[in-house]
């Protein structure tokens, strides 16, 4: 009784002193003035917008432009826009604040939601069986560090994440679906899920999903009117068509950790985006094909198996992704590693490479610069093979033949 008490205790204060760093980080951006630069400040602008009556030019580049200069004294702006005009009206709720209160107010939510999450989805993830193990891997996962310092949304998409596969594990597909069509502020993330779910022809969870999208569609057609819907469409399709175009600068599409990015390094512009939607399907009939035609025992690791490689997909095919956003994968790598009893070694030498690539990066990054965002495109090929492994991985699970039921019921 007295280690069990000194073991929780002391797992208290690991988590009380792993607060105590994420706001500290939060607060150091605030004192050394780089929180202004951060991505905070364009969702920040965008909400300013919405909330003073200039959602109908949500989309228009030099207003954002100029009203970045007036609330963070950019001289132009850092990043633009890009989400749905239903987050803005959402983010117009911290746009009453000024922006260094709703950078940390901003702040404190991520946290709250990175703690969430750890609790959430612990009952789906006995391994690393001690606590402090577990939460170990969770605040280690250096992307989420990126997400909370740059006050970015990808946090919140874990959690909506983590809420669908809690509801399919329990059979509320319609509810789970809701819960990912909550997540299409970040729709480049959301959709390509959404469609492998359609080819499995789960009807219920795409209700839920079509119900959610419909009510996010009316709130951003509230929020800027036809017109700005028009222009965000407009904006959406520059975007792809010309990407390398002056005003696109800060997306980087060669920075982004996805095929995307790949393509972008290895092929000339004229052949990036067919190149990119062939590959795109290819993989997501992959996948869908292969997890429509596994079935396994419901207590084995197919569920999980199968929602990770649909996660993990999603992130290789998005055509907009950055390091944040690989803030996704955490919840792939921890449901892989409690699903399976005996851990593959390839499986567990792919999750840690996973798990630090990114702060690798990030680290030659800072040390010499902007071309060493090029080795970014290497996450791809582990993250494919983190996918293969796990359809491997299922078929070599044993089966019951006395109750076997689809994946995902």
Same mark, same amino acid.
């Given at each position: 009784?007295?280690?069990?008490?000194?073991?929780?205790?002391?797992? %208290?204060? /690991?988590?009380?002193?792993?607060?105590?760093?994420?706001?500290?980080?939060?607060?150091?951006?605030?004192?050394?003035?780089?929180?202004?630069?951060?991505?905070?400040?364009?969702?920040?602008?965008?909400?300013?917008?919405?909330?003073?009556?200039?959602?109908?030019?949500?989309?228009?580049?030099?207003?954002?432009?100029?009203?970045?200069?007036?609330?963070?004294?950019?001289?132009?702006?850092?990043?633009?826009?890009?989400?749905?005009?239903?987050?803005?009206?959402?983010?117009?709720?911290?746009? !009453?604040?000024?922006?260094?209160?709703?950078?940390?107010?901003?702040?404190?939510?991520?946290?709250?939601?990175?703690?969430?999450?750890? #609790?959430?989805?612990?009952?789906?993830?006995?391994?690393?069986?001690?606590?402090?193990?577990? +939460?170990?891997?969770?605040?280690?996962?250096?992307?989420?560090?990126?997400?909370?310092?740059?006050?970015?949304?990808? *946090?919140?998409?874990?959690?909506?994440?983590?809420?669908?596969?809690?509801?399919?594990?329990?059979?509320?597909?319609?509810?789970?679906?809701?819960?990912?069509?909550? !997540?299409?502020?970040? #729709?480049?993330?959301?959709?390509?899920?959404?469609? *492998?779910?359609?080819?499995?022809?789960?009807?219920?969870?795409?209700?839920?999903?079509?119900?959610?999208?419909?009510?996010?569609?009316?709130?951003?057609? /509230? $929020?800027?009117?036809?017109?700005?819907?028009?222009?965000?469409?407009?904006?959406?399709?520059?975007?792809?068509?010309?990407? %390398?175009?002056?005003?696109?600068?800060?997306? $980087?599409?060669?920075?982004?950790p996805n095929l995307r990015g790949l393509f972008d390094v290895l092929l000339s512009p004229r052949w990036i985006n067919p190149a990119l939607a062939i590959c795109?399907?290819?993989?997501?009939?992959?996948?869908?094909?292969?997890?429509?035609?596994? &079935?396994?025992?419901? $207590?084995?690791?197919?569920?999980?198996?199968? #929602?990770?490689?649909?996660?993990?997909?999603?992130?290789?095919?998005?055509?907009?992704?950055?390091?944040?956003?690989?803030?996704? *994968?955490?919840?792939?790598?921890?449901?892989?590693?409690? /699903? *399976?009893? &005996?851990?593959?070694?390839?499986?567990?030498?792919?999750?840690?490479?996973?798990?630090?690539?990114?702060?690798?990066?990030?680290?030659?990054?800072?040390? +010499?610069? !902007?071309?060493?965002?090029?080795?970014?495109?290497?996450?791809?090929?582990?993250?494919?093979?983190?996918?293969?492994?796990?359809?491997?991985?299922?078929?070599? /699970?044993?089966?019951?033949?006395?109750?076997?039921?689809?994946?995902?019921?």
């Amino acid at each position: 009784m007295h280690n069990s008490s000194s073991t929780k205790r002391d797992v %208290a204060i /690991a988590l009380a002193v792993t607060v105590v760093l994420l706001l500290g980080s939060i607060l150091l951006g605030v004192l050394s003035g780089e929180a202004t630069g951060y991505d905070f400040g364009t969702l920040y602008s965008a909400g300013w917008m919405v909330r003073h009556g200039m959602g109908a030019t949500l989309y228009d580049l030099r207003e954002q432009a100029r009203t970045q200069e007036i609330l963070l004294g950019r001289g132009s702006a850092n990043v633009y826009y890009l989400q749905p005009p239903f987050e803005a009206l959402i983010l117009s709720l911290l746009a !009453g604040f000024s922006y260094v209160t709703a950078y940390l107010i901003w702040g404190v939510i991520n946290i709250g939601l990175w703690i969430y999450f750890i #609790f959430l989805i612990r009952p789906f993830t006995p391994r690393p069986e001690q606590t402090f193990g577990y +939460y170990s891997v969770c605040f280690s996962f250096f992307p989420l560090w990126v997400t909370l310092d740059l006050g970015q949304t990808s *946090i919140l998409l874990l959690v909506l994440y983590s809420l669908v596969f809690k509801n399919l594990k329990r059979n509320r597909d319609a509810r789970a679906g809701l819960f990912l069509g909550m !997540g299409l502020f970040r #729709f480049q993330l959301v959709l390509p899920f959404a469609l *492998i779910f359609l080819l499995w022809r789960k009807w219920k969870f795409l209700g839920g999903f079509i119900a959610a999208a419909l009510s996010c569609a009316a709130l951003s057609a /509230a $929020t800027v009117g036809p017109k700005g819907v028009a222009s965000y469409v407009y904006f959406m399709l520059d975007i792809a068509k010309n990407p %390398a175009h002056a005003a696109y600068v800060p997306i $980087t599409p060669w920075a982004m950790p996805n095929l995307r990015g790949l393509f972008d390094v290895l092929l000339s512009p004229r052949w990036i985006n067919p190149a990119l939607a062939i590959c795109s399907m290819f993989i997501i009939l992959s996948v869908s094909f292969w997890w429509r035609k596994e &079935e396994h025992h419901t $207590t084995s690791p197919g569920v999980e198996l199968a #929602f990770s490689s649909a996660v993990v997909t999603s992130v290789i095919i998005g055509f907009h992704v950055h390091s944040y956003d690989l803030s996704l *994968i955490l919840l792939p790598v921890l449901l892989v590693i409690g /699903a *399976i009893k &005996e851990m593959d070694r390839w499986l567990l030498m792919l999750s840690v490479a996973i798990h630090v690539y990114p702060f690798a990066v990030y680290l030659l990054v800072t040390a +010499y610069g !902007g071309p060493y965002l090029l080795l970014y495109p290497l996450l791809v090929p582990l993250l494919m093979l983190f996918v293969v492994k796990t359809a491997f991985i299922a078929r070599e /699970a044993p089966r019951s033949a006395s109750h076997v039921s689809p994946v995902f019921g």
